[in-house]
């Protein structure tokens, strides 16, 4: 589960005594935190601990964590010669700490449990490359487009380029699948979605055809099923707002589904986390490839016993 390990003690013992960034940036820490979750709860697979902003800092736009504002790049891209600065090349030198952390996490885990990668897409990563950080409301990547989209297609075509060979450093240094979020996808009007998110995404996933499996997570992006499945992605992962069921049956039986728990149960009882399980799992009856998973990611106030909840319910479910 993606940010499993933020809602537990032994990580926030951590973050006493380091900033986030020191434990992404640094390979003993950031493999500390993926193998907590895994030594608590057992899950199937772990995912590397570290942020889907590493590339653009990797680029050359560094970011930071800020109290009470989110996350603030050190500068912003406005013009043509911001995009020129940014340089793909020095994306998988610059951030081999991610490699070794995963091997370091691969040594530990063994042939017993999973090792996911992981980086975000060009467009979720545009937004906040061209808003110099968080927002309210991110609008400055949809404008650019539409008023220079030759830039905006400059800036998209870097950013896939350092995303693809970010993703196979993490198949070389030990990963088993790579996970591909484009977590800003369902901002994307429809009719501009192909050009500002989905060319990009499949010319990184024909990247990794021969590389690994990899899982996309487009979400809001619940309209065109049928076409995200022709992209080449092994797992299509879904969002809470949509019957899993109702999606797999849209896709051909080699594309699994990953998904899709509401996060917010884990804030609630573990009764109603149960329940919801077994529901999800009685509707994916008879459907091969399914990977039970939440919607997104695990929210920081999540209670642990809705966790281990989930945990048993789908182990014991028949």
């Known amino acids: 589960m993606r940010q499993a390990g933020r809602c537990l003690p032994e990580y926030r013992a951590l973050k006493a005594h380091h900033s986030f960034l020191e434990l992404v940036r640094t390979p003993t820490l950031a493999a500390e935190v993926t193998l907590q979750p895994i030594r608590r709860f057992g899950f199937d697979a772990a995912i590397i601990f570290s942020d889907i ?104 075509e870097k950013l896939a380029l350092g995303i693809a060979d970010f993703l196979k450093l993490q198949r070389a240094a030990g990963a088993d699948a790579l996970q591909l979020f484009d977590t800003l996808a369902g901002t994307a009007p429809a009719a501009d979605f192909d050009e500002l998110s989905g060319r990009w995404l499949r010319d990184i996933l024909a990247e990794l055809r021969e590389v690994a499996p990899v899982i996309l997570f487009a979400k809001g992006v619940n309209d065109r099923w049928s076409e995200l499945a022709q992209w080449g992605a ?21 594309v699994a589904v990953q998904g899709n728990l509401d996060p917010a149960l884990l804030l609630g009882e573990p009764a109603a986390v149960a329940r919801a399980t077994r529901d999800l799992l009685e509707s994916m009856r008879g459907r091969p490839g399914h990977i039970v998973n939440l919607g997104h990611g695990v929210p920081p106030e999540a209670r642990l016993d809705c966790l281990e909840t989930l945990v048993s319910t789908v182990r014991q479910f028949r």
């Open 234 to 254: 092994r797992v299509l992962s879904v969002d809470a707002t949509v019957p899993l069921r109702v999606v797999a049956d849209q896709l051909p039986a080699p």
């Open 53 to 156: 902003l590493v590339i653009a800092e990797a680029l050359g736009q560094p970011y930071e964590f800020t109290a009470g504002e989110g996350i603030r790049m050190a500068w912003t891209i406005e013009y043509g010669y911001h995009v020129d600065r940014l340089d793909p090349r020095a994306v998988t030198e610059r951030l081999a700490y991610v490699a070794d952390a995963l091997r370091l996490v691969r040594a530990e885990l063994g042939d017993a449990t999973a090792l996911l990668g992981f980086a975000g897409a060009p467009w979720t990563l545009a937004n906040f490359m061209l808003e110099g950080g968080s927002a309210p409301v991110f609008s400055r990547a949809l404008t650019l487009y539409r008023e220079n989209p030759r830039l905006y297609g400059r800036l998209a």
